[in-house]
């Protein structure tokens, strides 16, 4: 299993970001896709949720509203659409399989003035 998080950086509040994860080893098609996000401070928390076919995502009451999840199965990718950013936003952005215990490195998101 190989998961490549791209697309994090330095955002000011308010700003977007678009997420991306290139997940290769295993029938993407096949998995619910998942994102995650950690601070230091706190444990990683589950961010959202999308179905193997799209059909059904879920999200996180902290995001829901402002993040977007999507899926391209066809590019064996999930994306995070994050629009009107917030500091406490701020975190190492993971996505996985729902069910496979394995973590990629992540990439940071940092919201700031």
């Known amino acids: 299993v190989q998961l490549v998080e791209s697309g994090g950086g330095l955002v000011q509040p308010g700003g977007s970001l678009r997420l991306s994860c290139a997940g290769s080893?295993?029938?993407?098609?096949?998995?619910?896709m998942t994102w995650y996000r950690q601070t230091p401070r706190k444990e990683r928390e589950f961010v959202a949720l999308?179905?193997?076919?799209?059909?059904?995502?879920n999200y996180a009451d902290s995001v829901k509203g402002r993040f977007t999840i999507s899926r391209d199965n066809a590019k064996n990718t999930v994306y995070l659409q994050m629009n009107s950013l917030k500091p406490e936003d701020t975190a190492l952005y993971y996505c996985?399989?729902?069910?496979?215990?394995?973590w990629g490195q992540g990439t940071q998101v940092t919201v700031s003035s």
């Open positions: 996985k399989p729902f069910s496979i215990a394995y």
């Open positions: 999308i179905s193997s076919n799209a059909g059904t995502t």
């Open positions: 080893g295993f029938t993407f098609s096949s998995y619910t």
